[in-house]
Every structure is written in C-alpha cells, then in structure tokens.
C-alpha cells in the first residue's frame, strides 16, 4: 500500500460540522455490517486495523460464524470468517457468541482472542491477528477458562496480561503466560484477595471493583499517563451510554473523578438520530486516543448495532472530555487518490422494484423511532454510507434495483455489500448500454438484459462480493441491474419484541460499480 499520511478529519465537533445520518459518504459507522461489541486495534506487525464484535441482527443471539474486519486505511474494511476452536461450539454451541476482545503479547509474540459463548469464556491464541487460532488454555486444553461474559484484555505497561469482566461489580483477574504462549490463572498476588473455582481451569484470583455508581456491563482498563481508567457501559438498547472510574493501581480502588460515574462521557445525542452509544474498545494510534463503540441502526430497531470510531480528548487531570458521538467519524490516515478505483455509481440515480416502510406508530412493547416517515429507498445502495440500505420489503421476490451511471463506462467490477455479510445471496448483474436504454424508466421495461455475473448457485456465502463479467471482450455498459433471486438461512428477526420493523427480508448496504472512460 501507498505511504500514506496521518491527519485529523474530525478532531472534535467544535472544530468539524458533523453530517447528517442520510448523508452521503458517512465514516460512521465504519464497517457495513451488524458489528457490535466491538474490539478494535491497530497491529503495528502488520500495519493494519482490525476489528472483532458480536455478529448482530438475530434477536439477541448472533449470527453464526462469526466474523473478524479488517483494514490497512480504517476506512475500506474487508471481513474474514472466523473458525473458532471446535471444543468451543462443541462444549458451548453457537449461539451467544458474544463480545470478544483482542490483544497482542510482545514476550509470547501471540495474538490472543477471548469470546464468551453462553456465559462460558474461552481463549484462543494465533501467530496472526486472523489466525488460524487455537485453544490457549494451558490447565485444561480446549476448556473454558471461567463462567461470565464481556471479558476484555488489559495489557499493562510491565507486559502483565489481565482480563476486567462479569456485571455490576466487576471483576479484575490476573494471568500468567508459560513457555509455550499459553495461560493460566495467576494464583499468588495477594493484591487480589478474592477467589473462585472454575469447572476445568482450578481456582482464580480477583480483585472486586464494587463501589461503582451505574455500573451495568462492558468494563475494560485503559491507561494513561499513569492513570487507570475502569470504563463500562450503563442502562441498554437506545439509552446505552459510557461512564469510568480512575485509580493509581490496576487492582482498584476505584474513584469518581467529577463526576464521571454520574454523567455519561458518551450518550445518545437525539439532535443527530444517535441512539445507544455503547460497548466500546479504547486504540491508540499514532499519538491519537480512539474510542470503538456500536450504535444502534436508524431508524430504530434492536440488535442491528454498528461499529463506530471517534476521537477522544483528555484534559490536563486526566478527565475524559465529552465524547460527541458523530456521522462524519474520523479519518486515520490519508487516502492516496490512486488507493482505491473511483466508485461509479455514488449518488447517480435508481429505481427498484419495491421499498420497504419503517413502521413509526407507537408500540407499548418495544421502543420506536417515532413520528417519522421514511421508506429504505434505493438510493441508500449508491451513498457510501454504511448506515443506511435499500430493503425491497418482506414480501418481495425477484427483487431488483438498476442504478444509471449516467453514460457509458467499461465496466470492470462490481461490488455489492448485502445485509447480512457472512449469508449466501442469490443473484444476478445485469447491464445494458445507452444504446439499449436512453433512462431509467426505459431501461426498467427491457426484458433482455445482457449478462454480468450471475451468482444464482449460490456460491459465495460473505459479502462484499466483487463480481467480473466471463465475457472476452470489454462490457460497455450505462445500467446495472441487481436482481436478487433469494438468501440462504437469513435470520428470521433482528428483534422478537417488533415483529414488524425488525423481521429481515432482502437488502443491501450498498452497490459499488468501477470501471473506465471507453
């Protein structure tokens, strides 16, 4: 890749007007997928960002394999399926999949991935922030390490690994590293006073933080300046927000620091359309403080979460100042104008077979974006705005959307990012020149389209998919046509509790065409 140069996009809201949730091009939320929980780093071995979450939009469960992104500019993300150790899903199955964390030990040279799985914790260890990972339980190969959930690493500065984790009253437990880069529970430091057993991995050491006000989930220990700072998450859903608590020692006590407990550093911004900032990942980068959060999708609906990047500013005692939740997002490194093909089809004009309505009445089970009216129109597949979907509706079969390029290009490939990114779609490209069609409503009444692609064997189970004509000669081309046939094992509902507005039905992030003059 390019050298390329580091800069500020956004370096606070004071100093960047922010975009609105519709708006074309958004860096937020950074990957077009149900992303939540997020774990994002920077891997300096391999000079790429990488992030791991819960694969959401299956009503609390998740979608199952799970999933890892990553990126070499923090803006064009591509994703990899993620092959767990068998003993896992053997002993713990594949649902609740739940919040992972990764972290990477300069003595062992491991890379280590923690999930929990129905409230039983595991850890896996690789050579490579993608793996393939193995099971690095050094007391009981292939068992868990513990019963909780929403672990997360702490590295400290001395290279001591410990893991923050549970509910409420957090727990800080501390681990030891062997000669062959696999862990165990460290039993001897008295500084955590408290113990448990485990069913396989013998007892464990902890220290106990419970003197925290509106503590509910998602700790995680970040340092700074030699401040340690306890963060988590409070209430849930649209309301989830983040608070922190600072002490001079790893193990705790920990205080409020004016008021950090009491007001949310980060919270839903209602002015914006932000709703249930939350579950976050603390990166450092090139001297810069990052905060990884989900969100939840606009308009609402429950368990289709996003991963999201803003900056963080400190002030001089350390306090973490008010993190304004943004659309515009952040930009972590400068993109080379050559980085990457220019995107034919952003914001040039669509027609589709159907839309789908969000339902805003009022509804006593399940909170609503409320008094709006808006449909996921197809123009939402050309903005580049991971926020947003063009969704044909439940009952829609034979599904398409035709987007005019506006003239004639050689059109070299295509990519479409469906809903869901690790589901088989079935489909087909199609295109026709403007000599076969002079606009959209001309080209919508052609029968006979010339052939692009065609995925209809469905073949290819994770999106984005980038499809080349089999032609042997150039394909000239002013309209595309996506018809979607079909999808593999769709989860039934993001939500049980709104049968309506989060049942999952055909859609699509986006659709990127590239390609040359003639």
Wanted: some cysteine; hydrophobic content about 35%.
């Amino acid at each position: 890749m390019i050298a390329l140069l580091l800069i500020c996009f956004n370096c606070s809201a004071q100093q960047s007007k922010d975009s609105e949730v519709f708006s074309k091009g958004n860096g937020n939320p950074i990957i077009p997928a149900y992303l939540a929980d997020a774990s994002v780093f920077y891997d300096e071995h391999t000079d790429a960002f990488y992030a791991y979450g819960t694969n959401d939009g299956n009503s609390g469960e998740n979608v199952f394999p799970t999933q890892a992104w990553y990126s070499k500019d923090g803006k064009n993300w591509k994703n990899q399926l993620v092959a767990l150790p068998k003993e896992w899903t053997d002993a713990a199955g594949t649902n609740y999949i739940w919040a992972p964390s990764i972290v990477y030990h300069p003595d062992s040279k491991k890379y280590y991935l923690m999930y929990s799985i129905e409230s039983k914790v595991f850890i896996a260890m690789s050579n490579h922030p993608l793996g393939p990972w193995e099971d690095a339980n050094s007391i009981a190969q292939g068992k868990l390490f513990y019963k909780g959930y929403d672990g997360q690493f702490f590295l400290d500065d001395d290279k001591q690994l410990y893991i923050t984790t549970d509910a409420r009253e957090f727990r800080i437990i501390k681990l030891n590293i062997n000669k062959d880069g696999k862990l165990s529970f460290n039993q001897t430091d008295n500084s955590f006073p408290l113990n448990e057993e485990t069913p396989f991995s013998g007892r464990y050491r902890y220290s106990k933080i419970s003197n925290l006000k509106n503590a509910f989930e998602a700790s995680l220990i970040y340092k700074r300046k030699g401040i340690y700072y306890m963060m988590w998450s409070f209430e849930g859903s649209e309301n989830y927000n983040v608070r922190y608590a600072v002490s001079k020692n790893v193990a705790g006590p920990y205080r409020e620091i004016a008021g950090s407990m009491t007001e949310p550093i980060l919270s839903r911004y209602d002015d914006k359309n932000i709703l249930g900032p939350g579950h976050h990942s603390m990166m450092d980068y090139k001297g810069r403080t990052f905060i990884a959060y989900h969100r939840q999708s606009y308009p609402f609906i429950d368990s289709k979460r996003q991963t999201c990047i803003d900056e963080v500013f400190f002030n001089k005692d350390g306090r973490i100042k008010k993190v304004i939740p943004t659309h515009k997002g952040v930009m972590l490194k400068r993109l080379s104008k050559i980085s990457k093909p220019k995107n034919l089809a952003l914001g040039k004009p669509v027609i589709t077979s159907s839309v789908r309505k969000y339902d805003a009445r009022p509804y006593d089970k399940r909170y609503r974006t409320h008094d709006i009216s808006f449909e996921y129109k197809g123009d939402f597949a050309v903005d580049e705005n991971n926020g947003t979907r063009w969704d044909a509706g439940l009952d829609a079969k034979e599904a398409w959307l035709i987007v005019d390029l506006g003239k004639d290009y050689r059109i070299d490939s295509i990519e479409t990012t469906f809903e869901f990114t690790s589901r088989t779609y079935k489909y087909k490209l199609e295109c026709l020149s403007t000599d076969e069609a002079s606009d959209l409503s001309a080209a919508a009444k052609v029968k006979d389209w010339r052939l692009f692609a065609d995925q209809n064997l469905g073949e290819v189970s994770k999106s984005p998919v980038t499809d080349t004509s089999k032609l042997d000669k150039p394909v000239l081309a002013r309209f595309i046509k996506l018809l979607i046939s079909g999808a593999v094992n769709l989860p039934y509902s993001a939500d049980g509790a709104d049968p309506i507005n989060a049942r999952n039905s055909l859609s699509v992030f986006e659709l990127k065409v590239f390609g040359r003059k003639p």
